[in-house]
């Protein structure tokens, strides 16, 4: 019989090689919080399979808190992350694109240690037309109160991050994630209902083949982003690149950390910040990216270094391989110098 790895048995290993080189021992506590995690993606998933045989597809009627229309499926994947994380006794806030304010619960600063930040499902509408869709997640450590509240704690920059990671429901359901010691990936086996280990230590090609961006966007993208995507489609980096574009986030960073290439969601005229969500969105996805050997920035300076200042702040985001971040860096910043 062949052995598997879990995910659960797989933070324990972990937990284990940090006793071994600091001496510190894990109380296990982080791996129960994955646990709500999994739990509750695996309960999404399983809404999901069942979303054309049941009433889960379409709108609810209401706007949520960034304009958009929410999906049943969002009030559903919602509901099923703050039920199962809630629980956890060590969290001290839970941040959901959902919802306009944290849900926060009395717990003192020694016992309500970490701070969930999650997109429950993004790329919800895509649901209707049966394509990839994703649930992406944050944790922060909760700072002592001497240092800051847990507003503060909220409102940390993404280098401060302790864990990060998505799932994808696709043809098999993917769970991807880093502590901070590679990204790792796990498919879910049905068979047994466990996350099993399936891509160790994963890295982003330094240069790939494949751009993904929105091009009807493209009239009110600052020049530096037409002329960049114009030169890759013209092979200035001594490769002619294929357009790839999903239309879930999720969907197309994955693809872009296995395959390499370029993902950008560039500002335009009449979203000069950004469209994605730097705390839910941007930051988990950008600390995943360079984990796994690629670079994630703004367009301007590193995701992972901006300072949120409000829980939905929107970001420019593009992320991709060194190679072609670099050539993205020197054409961004010839139009700005020039």
Request: proline share 4%; hydrophobic share 40%; net charge negative.
């Amino acid at each position: 019989m062949a052995m598997i790895t879990t995910v659960q048995q797989h933070i324990l290993q972990q937990q284990q090689e940090l006793l071994k080189s600091t001496g510190r021992e894990a109380s296990g506590t982080f791996s129960w919080l994955l646990s709500g995690i999994t739990l509750a993606t695996k309960m999404i998933e399983a809404k999901i399979r069942s979303a054309g045989l049941s009433d889960v597809l379409g709108a609810v009627g209401v706007e949520n808190v960034q304009g958009e229309q929410q999906q049943k499926l969002d009030v559903y994947a919602n509901q099923a992350m703050l039920h199962c994380l809630g629980l956890r006794d060590s969290v001290a806030a839970l941040v959901s694109e959902e919802d306009e304010e944290p849900v926060t619960f009395n717990r003192d600063a020694e016992t309500g240690k970490y701070i969930l930040v999650f997109d429950p499902l993004d790329g919800s509408s895509n649901i209707d037309v049966n394509v990839n869709v994703g649930t992406i997640f944050s944790v922060l450590r909760r700072m002592p109160a001497e240092l800051g509240t847990l507003e503060e704690s909220i409102l940390q920059p993404g280098f401060r991050q302790v864990a990060a990671g998505y799932v994808v429901y696709g043809p098999s359901t993917v769970l991807v994630y880093t502590t901070g010691n590679g990204v790792h990936g796990f498919t879910l086996d049905p068979k047994i209902g466990a996350f099993v280990l399936s891509n160790e230590r994963m890295q982003m090609p330094e240069q790939g083949i494949y751009y993904s961006v929105n091009e009807a966007n493209a009239a009110g993208w600052p020049e530096g982003y037409r002329s960049y995507v114009t030169m890759l489609r013209e092979g200035g980096l001594g490769k002619t690149y294929s357009s790839r574009y999903i239309g879930s986030l999720v969907a197309d960073f994955h693809r872009t950390l296995l395959k390499g290439g370029v993902f950008l969601y560039p500002p335009t005229e009449k979203q000069s910040k950004g469209k994605l969500r730097l705390l839910y969105e941007a930051n988990p996805l950008a600390f995943i990216a360079e984990q796994g050997g690629g670079v994630a920035t703004n367009g301007a300076e590193r995701i992972l270094e901006i300072r949120p200042t409000g829980i939905h702040q929107r970001t420019p985001f593009c992320v991709g391989g060194r190679r072609e971040m670099e050539a993205l860096q020197s054409a961004l910043t010839g139009v700005l110098t020039a």
